[in-house]
């Protein structure tokens, strides 16, 4: 079946430094790829998707883009903030009624 | 942001005990969903409907059933809770499936000792 894989975390960096997560899928079609947030004591939160081949999402300065060959969606972004502290989650949905998540990779970015 | 509600937020009940979960939306979307999260597993989805009286499992249904009376309104209950079901619970919904955004509610932390 369908499955989503993430980095291990947690990830600790300093503010401004250079951020990846990665993520890799496993799907029998052409899943949609999307990026989760969850921050501290929230629900989680939309932060990006792709819905095709080579598409690249954005938000907040974060990247992804989807690379079909690789079976890949990682996430950047160039210069984190202490506000991006949180959980990312890297989840797909394949023509389907459901979504999967890959189990969430924890962010903590220090001043 | 969505207007998704999730009741109570916190919860301690003891082994044995039913419970129910409510979630409630105010954006008339079709589908919605119950998930728990766990350390270690991620989000994991429990049942999901797709419309009034509609529902179908999803990986985690053991012990879990739920029921859609009203668009608005999607309940999980915990016919008789266990340790195990211990977890942090989430709604979602969504207007439409695949490529549409699953907007989340705040969560409901359940204890069952």
């Known amino acids: 079946g369908d499955s989503v894989t993430q980095m291990e975390g947690p990830v600790t960096l300093s503010e401004e430094a250079f951020l990846t997560i990665n993520c890799t899928y496993t799907a029998t079609g052409y899943p949609s790829l999307f990026w989760y947030v969850q921050y501290p004591g929230e629900g989680l939160q939309l932060l990006l998707k792709a819905t095709k081949a080579d598409d690249k999402g954005s938000n907040k300065g974060f990247e992804a883009t989807y690379r079909k060959e690789t079976t890949s969606f990682h996430l950047e972004k160039g210069s984190v903030q202490v506000s991006d502290s949180a959980v990312y989650f890297c989840a797909l949905s394949e023509e389907s009624e459901k979504l999967v998540f890959g189990k969430g990779t924890k962010l903590t970015v220090n001043p | 942001d969505a207007g998704i509600t999730q009741s109570p937020r916190h919860k301690v009940t003891e082994t044995g005990t039913p419970v129910t979960l409510r979630c409630h939306q105010t954006e008339n979307h079709r589908y919605m969903y119950w998930y728990r999260q766990d350390p270690g597993h991620g989000l994991r989805l429990i049942h999901y409907?797709?419309?009034?009286?509609?529902?179908d499992k999803g990986e985690v249904s053991d012990g879990y059933s739920v029921s859609r009376s009203k668009t608005e309104d999607f309940l999980l209950t915990l016919e008789s809770a266990t340790s195990s079901q211990t977890s942090v619970y989430f709604c979602a919904i969504s207007e439409l499936a695949g490529v549409f955004e699953q907007f989340f509610g705040p969560g409901t932390r359940l204890t069952v000792l």
């Open positions: 409907s797709y419309g009034v009286k509609d529902t």
